[in-house]
């Protein structure tokens, strides 16, 4: 069996979407002083260098990889039940001989927000799923007779859609070839890696900008050259020795020249270039750190933001294609599903709360809920219950009227007489 992940080599039919392959940049005004009138080339080694972006791409990766991925069986007017066996160990366990799931889950995210697509090759046996196996970002997209396929490097023969799981950033207008966020974000990553690139260059210089030379100068180049000379060593000796002052040939005057970081409001900057990257990858800032304007409301509000925006748009994408490519349009009852409950694993009094709440009022019974917390089931847990003040509605217990106030009269008669009136009876 050759399978599509032994590739000898690289290739696409558009450079822009390999993720190895720099992209171009355009002459640009580089008022940060770094590579000679222009920004940066942008690479996926350089944008990996990039903090908000590397965060990022792990945090959504790691996020969705975190999931619980379980295939079920439509039950009928049992409900669905939780499938077993293979199926279950190739979504939720181990996919293949070499791959836990979190691991080539991670790995197919990361492809995703990176170069912008993320390719899993399904292993089948007949018509059975027996395998999961992440395909490198090197593959060719085309058709053939109209039918999409997927040429792996090295291989002769595509594969063909039925069998690939095909998650995308945004795809183009042909269905094709996909944009990524390393190419949306070219521009951004550009100018936060000259940002990174001027910052880094200009602390390990002692914080000592470019400087011009003015004075008496002597002619020619060489004496340029000597009086440059001279300087630098003072400059340097000067960090050295962890002295600021070092001494000036009389009439001589080094004035400051270039960018000034702090006038050029630098932190701010690049606080900036962290909300552009979170807006690509519609990911709330708080978690990549950016707290400049976070309280404790509203980065509860981004927790849900999270999950109601991204997450379970991602996780409903990933469903689809691998219901589509694993059962066929005809599911015969069958689909896999993520469970989101698995990220509030970290807030435990939510969880609890929620799962008692769901018992209370009958939705859930003891042991599901425990089942839930891989605890097992106990004597009397599989009964759904429900407060005893609940009644459903139009009932005998909700319709039938309160019994009439007593009256002044019944209350009389209600209370017992006096010893005279007893001794009096005959």
């Keep these: 069996?050759?399978?599509?992940?032994?590739?000898?080599?690289?290739?696409?039919?558009?450079?822009?979407?390999?993720?190895?392959?720099p992209v171009s940049a355009e002459n640009f005004a580089a008022f940060f002083g770094v590579g000679g009138g222009k920004l940066p080339r942008v690479s996926l080694e350089t944008a990996m260098q990039v903090p908000a972006f590397a965060g990022a791409v792990n945090f959504l990766s790691s996020t969705l990889a975190n999931l619980p991925f379980h295939a079920f069986k439509d039950g009928g007017k049992d409900g669905p039940s939780r499938a077993g066996g293979d199926l279950q160990r190739i979504l939720n366990e181990a996919p293949n001989s070499e791959w836990s799931s979190f691991g080539m889950r991670k790995y197919v995210w990361q492809q995703v927000f990176t170069g912008g697509r993320g390719l899993i090759w399904i292993e089948f046996k007949g018509r059975t799923p027996v395998g999961l196996w992440p395909m490198e970002p090197g593959t060719t997209i085309?058709?053939?007779?109209?039918?999409?396929?997927?040429?792996?490097?090295?291989?002769?023969?595509?594969?063909?859609?039925?069998?690939?799981?095909?998650?995308?950033f945004m795809l183009k207008a042909n269905q094709l070839n996909h944009w990524g966020p390393l190419q949306l974000l070219q521009k951004a990553l550009q100018l936060a890696i000259a940002m990174?690139?001027?910052?880094?260059?200009?602390?390990?210089?002692?914080?000592?900008?470019?400087?011009?030379?003015?004075?008496?100068?002597?002619?020619?180049?060489?004496?340029?050259?000597?009086?440059?000379?001279?300087?630098?060593?003072?400059?340097?000796?000067?960090?050295?020795?962890?002295?600021?002052?070092?001494?000036?040939?009389?009439?001589?005057?080094?004035?400051?020249?270039?960018?000034?970081?702090?006038?050029?409001?630098?932190?701010?900057?690049?606080?900036?270039?962290i909300q552009e990257i979170a807006r690509v990858f519609c990911l709330p800032p708080a978690f990549l750190q950016e707290l400049s304007r976070a309280t404790f409301a509203n980065v509860e509000q981004q927790d849900l933001n999270l999950t109601k925006h991204t997450v379970a748009h991602w996780s409903k994408a990933?469903?689809?294609?691998?219901?589509?490519?694993?059962?066929?349009?005809?599911?015969?009852?069958?689909?896999?599903?993520?469970?989101?409950?698995?990220?509030?694993?970290?807030?435990?009094?939510?969880?609890?709360?929620?799962?008692?709440?769901?018992?209370?009022?009958?939705?859930?019974?003891?042991?599901?809920?425990?089942?839930?917390?891989?605890?097992?089931?106990?004597?009397?847990?599989?009964?759904?219950?429900?407060?005893?003040?609940?009644?459903?509605?139009?009932?005998?217990?909700?319709?039938?009227?309160?019994?009439?106030?007593?009256?002044?009269?019944?209350?009389?008669?209600?209370?017992?007489?006096?010893?005279?009136?007893?001794?009096?009876?005959?």
């Design 196 to 273: 990174n690139d001027y910052g880094s260059g200009f602390f390990a210089g002692g914080g000592v900008p470019p400087l011009s030379l003015s004075g008496p100068l002597p002619q020619g180049k060489d004496g340029l050259a000597r009086a440059m000379g001279d300087i630098h060593r003072s400059i340097a000796a000067a960090q050295e020795s962890d002295k600021p002052v070092f001494p000036m040939p009389p009439g001589y005057e080094l004035k400051q020249v270039g960018y000034d970081p702090a006038k050029g409001q630098m932190v701010e900057a690049r606080t900036f270039q």
């Design 318 to 426: 990933f469903e689809d294609e691998a219901n589509l490519k694993l059962f066929g349009a005809t599911r015969n009852s069958r689909y896999v599903e993520h469970s989101l409950d698995g990220l509030m694993r970290g807030d435990f009094k939510s969880r609890v709360e929620a799962m008692g709440r769901a018992i209370q009022t009958g939705q859930m019974t003891p042991d599901e809920a425990r089942a839930l917390e891989n605890r097992p089931p106990v004597k009397g847990g599989n009964v759904a219950y429900i407060q005893g003040a609940t009644v459903p509605l139009g009932s005998s217990s909700a319709t039938q009227p309160p019994p009439p106030a007593p009256t002044s009269d019944d209350a009389a008669a209600d209370e017992p007489q006096d010893n005279e009136d007893l001794a009096n009876e005959p």
């Design 142 to 168: 085309g058709r053939v007779k109209g039918k999409r396929v997927y040429r792996a490097p090295g291989h002769k023969d595509p594969y063909p859609a039925s069998e690939v799981i095909d998650l995308a």
């Design 1 to 21: 069996m050759k399978l599509p992940f032994d590739l000898v080599g690289e290739e696409r039919r558009s450079s822009i979407e390999n993720p190895t392959v």
